[in-house]
């Protein structure tokens, strides 16, 4: 059986591993490999049958079925807060503009009715209503 040589990186490629752990098997003699003086560098060559030591088909479908599976595990997750992210935005738009909001504290509390005031001392003495934070980052 005649074996090809080829570099650590094509070699790494075909096995589906990374490079390290191509130099790493070369250096444990799990694989067969050269060491070549290229100029002033040495360069490391790994020899491979030309029909054996390829990623196994099997595996690799495998590992592309398991990568799929937590993708769409993931996406569906994403989904599920999403919902609960709307749900509670719903929820909080509903409690700041429900019918409790528009009361003053001293009609719900006192029972009387309110004291009328002039506009002027009405607004020196209430503070502006503050817009929630969550309108401020949604714009609504």
């Known amino acids: 059986m005649?074996?090809?040589?080829?570099?650590?990186?094509?070699?790494?490629?075909?096995?589906g591993i990374t490079e390290s752990a191509?130099?790493?098997r070369a250096g444990h003699g799990q694989l067969r490999s050269e060491k070549?003086?290229?100029?002033?560098?040495?360069?490391?060559?790994i020899f491979l049958d030309s029909d054996e030591d390829k990623f196994p088909e099997p595996f690799r479908e495998r590992y592309?079925?398991?990568?799929e599976e937590r993708?769409?595990?993931?996406?569906?997750?994403v989904?599920?807060?999403q919902a609960i992210i709307l749900s509670m935005s719903e929820t909080m738009q509903a409690l700041t503009t429900g019918s409790g909001?528009?009361?003053?504290?001293?009609e719900v509390a006192g029972g009387s009715e309110p004291k009328e005031e002039p506009e002027?001392?009405?607004?020196?003495?209430?503070?502006r209503p503050r817009t929630p934070w969550w309108r401020r980052v949604l714009g609504r």
């Open 2 to 15: 005649e074996r090809e040589r080829v570099t650590v990186q094509e070699a790494a490629r075909r096995l």
């Open 22 to 24: 191509v130099r790493k």
């Open 36 to 45: 070549v003086m290229e100029g002033k560098k040495e360069r490391l060559y």
């Open 64 to 67: 592309i079925r398991s990568l």
């Open 71 to 77: 993708v769409n595990t993931l996406e569906d997750e």
């Open 79 to 81: 989904y599920r807060q």
């Open 101 to 106: 909001a528009s009361e003053r504290p001293s």
């Open 120 to 127: 002027a001392s009405q607004e020196a003495t209430q503070p």
